[in-house]
């Protein structure tokens, strides 16, 4: 007998259909801590968070936090030591047997080396999940062919994978984990093996997956670049415990975690580089000029803010560091200036009128002048 699969993915041979928009979490992790017997401590501590349908949820950290371990509790590679994982209403922490494996059908997923039989061509490699599911031969074919239709590589189905570029071999390890229909996709590191342009190219093709088909898209990662392009929502782990967790650009906006910070330095500059750091005092000195970092965001990022502080209020800002990224398809910028203040409240009054504006700004310290001047190659 076939063991059944969800409705859309057997209908007219088309292997799917965009999942409903539903508002309850597709993901929810409670408590979650495992141990391996031959480790010092718990590799995940009291970790709970919830993803929602259709989102693409970014989880980051250092090699080691925890990541892999992770999402493999989530499909069942891994089993929690404590703590509850439910996946599409299954709670796949407590699964076993049939009822597993029916629930890891709900749940594809790729991985960094692409985990390809090389002994199969890629029609056979995303035949393989179908076999299991026993689904039959003739739905086979057509159920193939959408796939590889769906990750571009329908004239490659006879190919092997020894023939394939790594781009290639990660699209097939795709319509592999789409085969079954699931409504989540787990990705290891997937793009980690990859240059950046085809890091692009699958990034774009799991972007338009999930808008296409709602499937929701977990994301493990140490590229912080992968998180900013693609995540609508980010874990950060730490030593296996979760430090920091909500919208992307909330947190690249406005990290609180030390490991966030230092995660998000190649790509918002919140932390100055050492050189110019070494400049600062955190407190006020006889020579010594206010630092101040303003966070500008969304259509605030637009404002003409250096012309305001040097023309409303008579400051004569000197940038020393900044930049504007693209975040969630939103600006986000962090600008640090030392403000030249003149110590007759014109720069709390710069301040006021920044914050009117929805900016964040505050001041991080206060750069002594013959150190910067040093380091503008001025007298010294
Ligand atoms: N099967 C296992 N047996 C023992 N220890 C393990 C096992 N799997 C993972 N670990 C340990 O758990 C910790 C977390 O590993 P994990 O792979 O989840 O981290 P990660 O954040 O994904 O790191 P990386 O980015 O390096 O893959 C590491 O110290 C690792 O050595």
Redesign the pocket.
């Known amino acids: 007998m076939n063991a059944p699969l969800p409705s859309e993915s057997l209908a007219a041979g088309l292997p799917l259909a965009p999942h409903p928009p539903v508002s309850e979490p597709v993901i929810r992790i409670e408590g979650l801590s495992k141990t391996?017997s031959?480790?010092a401590g718990p590799?995940l501590d009291d970790v709970s968070l919830q993803i929602a349908r259709g989102d693409i949820y970014g989880v980051i950290?250092r090699?080691?936090?925890?990541?892999?371990?992770?999402v493999r509790c989530i499909n069942r590679l891994e089993r929690p030591s404590g703590g509850r994982v439910v996946v599409s209403g299954h709670e796949t922490s407590r699964l076993e047997g049939r009822a597993l494996r029916t629930a890891r059908r709900d749940i594809g997923m790729i991985f960094q080396h692409f985990n390809l039989l090389s002994s199969r061509t890629v029609a056979g490699n995303v035949a393989l999940p179908l076999e299991v599911a026993r689904v039959p031969k003739a739905e086979r074919g057509p159920r193939i062919a959408a796939l590889l239709e769906l990750v571009g590589l329908a004239d490659k189905a006879q190919a092997y994978p020894s023939e394939l570029s790594g781009g290639q071999k990660q699209r097939v390890g795709i319509a592999r984990a789409l085969a079954t229909a699931p409504s989540v996709l787990l990705c290891d590191?997937a793009t980690s093996a990859l240059d950046p342009e085809t890091t692009q190219q699958i990034l774009a093709l799991l972007r338009d997956i999930n808008r296409r088909l709602g499937l929701t898209v977990v994301l493990?990662t140490?590229e912080m670049e992968v998180v900013r392009d693609i995540a609508s929502h980010v874990a950060v782990?730490e030593r296996g415990r979760l430090v920091e967790e909500g919208a992307t650009f909330d947190v690249l906006a406005f990290p609180k975690s030390p490991v966030a910070r230092s995660f998000l330095a190649g790509i918002v500059a919140h932390e100055l580089p050492p050189e110019i750091q070494a400049t600062l005092s955190p407190e006020p000195q006889a020579d010594s000029d206010p630092v101040i970092r303003i966070v500008f965001t969304g259509a605030a990022a637009n404002e003409p803010i250096v012309a305001d502080l040097v023309g409303r209020f008579g400051l004569r800002p000197n940038i020393l560091h900044g930049r504007i990224d693209q975040v969630a398809g939103r600006p986000l910028g962090v600008l640090t200036l030392v403000a030249g203040d003149g110590g007759d409240g014109r720069l709390a009054a710069a301040l006021a009128h920044l914050a009117r504006l929805g900016l964040h700004a505050e001041v991080i310290g206060h750069a002594l002048r013959p150190a910067l001047a040093r380091r503008h190659g001025g007298p010294r």
Do not use: C, P, R
């Not at 090699?63 to 992770?70: D, E, H, I, P, R």
């Open positions: 391996f031959d480790a590799v950290g090699s080691g936090a925890g990541k892999s371990t992770l590191e493990v140490h782990l």
